[in-house]
């Protein structure tokens, strides 16, 4: 009867709409359909004047003209009185890619339901058994499933109820008593509880991970904001600076010219003053010339004595001894200061402009990377580091490249600097500590303060505070006979470890992380500070008897 009910259906369908017929029409190829469904079909041909069946493609020329079919009418309208139910819609029959009901024959169903025990996938008619019938309730009911057929055993086709742990596999209760015969078994369920409780730990652990990393990427969605101001401020500030550099050099020019054109103007003038008298001493004498010579011309002896007398005085000369005499380099000399001020400043911006380079270079956009924890991986952040002669105290002898230096009773010979450490026997690096750095320190004798500070330290002064460790702007670790104390701003913190005449001291810059180490044949963490550093640092010593900076490489 479903075939029949499904075959009626199909027979009394329009194929365009997939409902029953309404209005039903009949074309000359005898194919039917709703009056309204070929009506809208054909609208869409009247450009073309070619009309044409939706189901075999035959055409008319020109339109048909349509008619009920009042027969295929009646009988359809008889259909439904009779209790022609309709049957599912299209979307309701099972596709490729859709789980079939095992029961359905003909064109197969959805499946709504799959049974685990049976094993089937039935549609929602067919399960209906499974909700009524009492045996049936107990099955297992799943969403559907394509993969029914693994739950059955391939050697005994019984359904696979039974886990082997020995070998990690499912079974049937049948091959427990040949192949998999006194194995470690469960029943499926029991396993699945178990591995139930594993994928739940593991889903949490999952979760606090997905945690853990959203707030890392809302911590580098945060950094990337701060990246951006800081860019943006450190270009903003930079051009200010720079143009407020280029201002000055402009105004320095400015000066310049302006008081080499006030000089020229002067010297000028004077030079057209001192040509003007010699004119007027040319244009007189001249004239004295032409006096005399008519003189020198009159036959009458006594006219000749009387006027020679007043001819014959000249005026003073205007003084001129100086003109031979005067360079004939003028303002070369200008040029060449301001050409030697060009290259002092061209030397300072070459040197700066490594600082600043090396500076932007070391912005670590990323995370902080982990401490290393072997001395193999604190190497590969190694520095060469020297000893700034300009800080050291006098009572300070500087050797071996000055790498090493020493305490001596006598005082050495060191030039006055304003960097030099005045009271305490303390001295700073040369070189500037940013970035991941390691360092390694070996000591003779104790009391001796492995430290880093910045480089506005106090030098000057005779006080505790000015000792590294003492202030705010140090870090310092003591080693002495009695073992090693951790200074910062005038707090001690004890500190215990293995006594060594050598200590490492790992620095990243950005993370804030200062660690130091005591070095043997084993690597011993003796202290490690967690901060925040503001400035670059610089390593120091405070020395009682030796300390130098070792190769590490």
């Not at 027969?71 to 009779?82: D, G, N, S």
């Not at 394509?146 to 739950?151: C, G, S």
Request: with cysteine; charged share 25%; proline share 4%.
């Amino acid at each position: 009867m479903a075939e029949k009910g499904e075959l009626d259906w199909e027979t009394f369908s329009c194929s365009i709409c997939l409902d029953l017929l309404k209005d039903p029409v009949t074309i000359p190829c005898g194919h039917s359909y709703c009056m309204s469904c070929i009506k809208t079909y054909w609208n869409g041909e009247d450009q073309r004047k070619i009309y044409s069946c939706p189901q075999c493609r035959q055409t008319f020329t020109p339109r048909p003209v349509l008619g009920k079919n009042t027969m295929l009418a009646a009988l359809v309208e008889q259909l439904k009185k009779t209790g022609l139910q309709a049957a599912p819609a299209d979307h309701c029959y099972a596709g490729p890619e859709d789980v079939a009901c095992d029961v359905c024959t003909g064109r197969k169903l959805k499946a709504f339901k799959s049974c685990l025990n049976c094993p089937a996938s039935y549609c929602e008619k067919h399960l209906q058994p499974h909700y009524d019938v009492a045996p049936l309730k107990k099955h297992k009911l799943v969403e559907p499933s394509k993969t029914l057929q693994e739950n059955i055993c391939s050697r005994h086709d019984e359904v696979m109820k039974i886990f082997c742990r020995t070998d990690q596999q499912s079974i049937c209760y049948l091959c427990t008593l040949d192949e998999h015969k006194g194995h470690d078994t469960v029943s499926a369920a029991a396993e699945r509880t178990e591995r139930q409780r594993e994928l739940e730990a593991s889903r949490q652990n999952i979760q606090h991970r997905i945690q853990d990393r959203e707030k890392d990427v809302k911590l580098l969605q945060q950094e990337v904001g701060a990246i951006s101001r800081s860019a943006d401020k450190a270009v903003e500030e930079s051009e200010k600076i720079f143009t407020e550099l280029i201002s000055v050099i402009q105004k320095r020019s400015s000066d310049v010219k302006q008081q080499i054109r006030s000089q020229q103007e002067t010297e000028v003038s004077r030079v057209k003053e001192l040509q003007e008298k010699l004119q007027q001493e040319i244009t007189e004498l001249k004239r004295k010339d032409a006096e005399l010579k008519q003189l020198s011309h009159t036959e009458d002896h006594n006219q000749f004595l009387h006027n020679y007398p007043s001819l014959s005085q000249l005026s003073e000369p205007t003084d001129s001894s100086s003109i031979n005499n005067r360079p004939l380099r003028y303002f070369e000399d200008v040029t060449a200061a301001v050409s030697e001020l060009r290259h002092k400043l061209q030397d300072i911006l070459t040197e700066k402009w490594t600082d600043i380079s090396l500076t932007v270079t070391e912005v670590d956009v990323l995370l902080p990377q982990p401490e290393p924890k072997t001395r193999a991986g604190l190497l590969q952040y190694s520095c060469e580091l020297t000893v700034d002669p300009n800080t050291a105290h006098t009572s300070l002898l500087l050797s071996e490249g000055n790498r090493k230096a020493t305490c001596m009773s006598e005082p050495q010979s060191y030039s006055s600097h304003p960097d030099r450490f005045t009271y305490w026997c303390q001295v700073l690096s040369r070189e500037s500590l940013t970035g991941r750095c390691y360092w390694e320190v070996e000591l003779s004798g104790k009391g001796v303060y492995i430290a880093v500070a910045y480089k506005n330290v106090s030098r000057v002064g005779s006080m505790k505070e000015y000792q590294f460790g003492q202030n705010d702007k140090s870090w310092g670790l003591y080693c002495d006979n009695y073992g090693y104390r951790f200074f910062f701003n005038k707090m001690l913190t004890p500190v215990s470890g293995p006594h060594s005449s050598r200590f490492g001291v790992y620095l990243d810059h950005r993370a804030g992380i200062l660690s130091f180490y005591s070095v043997s044949k084993t690597m011993t963490l003796l202290h490690r500070v967690q901060t925040t550093f503001t400035q670059p640092l610089y390593a120091g010593l405070c020395i009682g008897n030796t300390a130098k900076f070792c190769k590490l490489k």
